[in-house]
């Protein structure tokens, strides 16, 4: 049997015996097993290698399942939900006992979103469970926004990667919880704070998600050095950069400039339009293909800080923070 396919048959029967199968969604690929079976999200923290404080998003088709197995959603989260879902936003729900403590790292809130990817959803539709789901990446790498990526990086610890080709959106989920009225951002992601503030009303949104607030390991998933790739990332304006280093060791990322001084191979321009979400979608790809240059860093500009811009700037500044 191919490890990769389109075969929804294939990977409920191996979802159904506990196993793991990476499934495409609109922001990342994830690693998913059966989010009601400790046995089988045991697996995906040993196929991550990821700390186990560390929780999972479950992934579902509709809001009448989410219900099965959360308390209460809040008047905002359904909100949200009505008019975000099928989309890149997560929200932070009090779980009922069906889900496992290793789904939530012991917390008694559970990550939930109904991802927008025809086949991901064909597939949920065929099982009587959700999927918990991390990004498809060993921990702490870039995650991966092709069949390829989880492949390379994955393939031999996976039962099965259904293919549903590139990540439209690119960037992770934006992660939303509930605090009385308010609506707190935990990450920044493929829903933009625009979007989530013109709907529930500016005033009821704090965002919490800074780099440089999300060092104490203890509130999970906040590692500062995340989402990096091998070589180090440096941020800057990038003609201020090229005057610090040497030309044959660097690599570089803008929104849609090119730098003739620089050879071609050398240098992503995410969206020569400047359109962020371009830019987004196209931002983990390019990382990647720069990580594998013999070069030893990679330079990039910040982008705009509005709409998508906001989120590729969280994950550039946490691809340039050290690791810890
Ligand atoms: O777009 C996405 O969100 C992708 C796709 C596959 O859905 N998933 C993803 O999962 O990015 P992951 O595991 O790489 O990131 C999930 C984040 C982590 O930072 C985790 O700490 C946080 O969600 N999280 C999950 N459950 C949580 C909970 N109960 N409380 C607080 N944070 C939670
Ligand atoms: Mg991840």
Redesign the pocket.
């Known amino acids: 049997m191919e490890q990769i396919g389109k075969d929804i048959v294939q990977a409920v029967q191996f979802l159904k015996e506990d196993g793991l199968v990476a499934?495409p969604?609109e922001?990342?690929?994830?690693l998913a097993a059966n989010a009601f079976s400790a046995t089988a999200v045991a697996k995906i923290f040993a196929a991550k290698n990821?700390p186990s404080f560390?929780?999972?998003?479950t992934?579902t088709h509709d809001v009448e399942q989410v219900k099965q197995y959360v308390q209460y959603m809040p008047e905002a989260a359904l909100q949200l939900a009505s008019a975000f879902w099928p989309g890149?936003l997560?929200l932070?729900l009090p779980k009922k006992d069906i889900i496992p403590d290793i789904v939530?790292?012991g917390?008694e809130?559970?990550?939930v979103?109904i991802?927008k990817h025809p086949l991901t959803l064909e597939l949920l539709q065929q099982l009587d469970f959700p999927l918990a789901?991390?990004?498809?990446n060993p921990f702490g790498y870039i995650?991966p926004t092709k069949a390829a990526h989880v492949e390379e990086q994955l393939g031999e610890r996976i039962d099965y990667i259904l293919d549903g080709g590139e990540c439209k959106v690119g960037?992770?989920?934006t992660?939303v919880?509930f605090e009385g009225d308010r609506v707190i951002v935990?990450?920044l992601?493929?829903a933009s704070l625009e979007a989530i503030e013109e709907l529930v009303g500016k005033e009821r949104v704090s965002v919490h998600a800074k780099v440089e607030e999300n060092m104490n390991p203890k509130a999970?998933?906040?590692l500062k050095s995340h989402y990096a790739p091998g070589k180090k990332v440096l941020i800057g304006n990038i003609s201020d950069l090229l005057n610090h280093y040497n030309k044959e060791e660097i690599a570089i990322i803008t929104l849609k400039d090119y730098y003739p001084q620089i050879s071609n191979d050398r240098q992503v321009a995410l969206s020569v339009s400047g359109d962020l979400n371009e830019a987004a979608q196209r931002l983990f790809s390019a990382l990647r293909e720069l990580d594998k240059l013999p070069v030893k860093f990679i330079l990039a500009e910040l982008m705009p800080e509005y709409g998508l811009g906001k989120a590729i700037n969280d994950r550039l500044m946490r691809a340039a923070a050290d690791k810890e």
């Open positions: 499934i969604t922001t990342v690929y994830g990821r560390n929780p999972l998003i992934h890149p997560t932070l939530t790292a917390s809130l559970v990550a979103r991802p789901a991390p990004s498809a995650s960037i992770e989920s992660i919880g935990n990450r992601g493929g999970p998933g906040m």
